[in-house]
């Protein structure tokens, strides 16, 4: 099975799939290459159900044609389009509404707003989790990454990618407790596990449901 070595000053490997099928392997920048492929095959049936899942979830693509539908907070809200108003893009309780002359640029328009809803709510979140937790980063960074829902460097700079902003509430709190728990713990080892249920105890719910419904966090 064809899969991508990715080394870093990680301690321990991680084993990844993208919503586009990639198989990764993330590993410590010294680490044995036939530890590696003994951790893929021991893996093997997890992956081959991940794949097989993948394969069967219909990305849909977006037109942005009246009637269609995104996400924002992990609720669909409907597009409609409209000849005049005050911004390009506005959400309201129950649609979005673009500007008919922005619909060539859309993709755009719909990515910036995500941008900025993202780096007000992250932060806001952010904020809250690590207060409650008596944690200090950095700083928070939005990100267009595709691949990482989320990263935390060893001195406390996060970064989130923009697209979390279409999962639930529960999910982004997760992931953003998942990266703060890095400043205390930088790896996935059990320590690091336990610390995100004693902060979070329904983590695994969040896990499995970016595990299942990521691939839908899009705009393509």
């Not at 004693?198 to 705009?219: A, D, M, V």
């Amino acid at each position: 099975m064809p899969y991508t070595i990715i080394r870093s000053k990680r301690r321990s490997l991680g084993l990844y799939i993208n919503p586009s099928g990639e198989v990764s392997v993330r590993a410590p920048m010294l680490y044995p290459k036939f530890l590696i492929e003994k951790f893929v095959k021991e893996h093997q049936n997890w992956i081959t159900k991940r794949l097989s899942r993948i394969s069967t979830q219909q990305v849909e693509k977006k037109t942005f044609t009246q009637g269609e539908y995104y996400l924002f907070l992990g609720k669909k809200f409907m597009l409609n389009l409209v000849p005049e108003q005050t911004f390009p893009l506005l959400l309201d309780d129950f649609e979005f509404t673009l500007l008919e002359k922005k619909q060539a640029n859309a993709a755009k328009v719909f990515e910036n707003w995500y941008k900025l809803q993202a780096q007000i709510k992250f932060t806001s979140r952010l904020n809250f989790w690590a207060t409650q937790q008596h944690i200090k980063y950095k700083y928070m960074k939005v990100t267009s990454a595709q691949k990482r829902w989320g990263s935390c460097s060893r001195d406390g700079r996060i970064c989130l990618t923009w697209r979390l902003i279409m999962a639930p509430l529960e999910v982004i709190d997760y992931v953003i407790v998942h990266e703060l728990t890095h400043i205390l713990v930088p790896n996935h080892s059990a320590k690091f596990w336990g610390k995100v249920d004693e902060i979070y105890p329904t983590f695994k719910l969040q896990r499995k449901w970016l595990r299942e419904n990521g691939y839908s966090l899009h705009l393509t």
